[in-house]
């Protein structure tokens, strides 16, 4: 199993910026990508930006040039750099580890941590 811990949401005005973390523990060597969805209000889950092994990323369309992905295999941990932050961006931002063992693939999945972005 993985567990994973964000942090670093918060309140901040348009044009500001945010850095999230998420650290994950557990059988961390089963873990092929990392990534962080976020949840608006009435809206679905959706994939703001990626992470695998190897360091490739992929973004959503929407936070292309804003925002930035990393990774620190040495503290297991994935970040999330947020610039020139927008009101559509506010929602509920979810650290997600896809596991990859010999015998089956799982997704897991973090508490949670808002952010909101007055405008």
């Known amino acids: 199993q993985v567990q994973l811990v964000e942090s670093g949401g918060g309140l901040v005005q348009a044009g500001g910026s945010l850095r999230l973390s998420c650290a994950a523990s557990?059988?961390?060597?089963?873990?092929?990508?990392l990534g962080w969805y976020r949840q608006a209000p009435g809206k679905q889950r959706e994939l703001v930006a990626g992470?695998?092994?190897?360091?490739?990323?992929n973004y959503a369309d929407s936070v292309k040039g804003r925002f930035t992905i990393s990774r620190d295999n040495a503290k297991n941990t994935v970040l999330l750099q947020m610039n020139s932050l927008k009101p559509e961006d506010t929602g509920v931002y979810y650290c997600?580890?896809?596991?990859?063992?010999?015998?089956?693939?799982?997704?897991?999945w973090g508490q949670g941590t808002q952010v909101t972005v007055s405008s």
């Open positions: 557990g059988n961390i060597a089963s873990i092929n990508a």
């Open positions: 997600n580890a896809d596991t990859i063992t010999l015998l089956s693939r799982r997704s897991y």
């Open positions: 992470i695998t092994r190897s360091g490739s990323t």
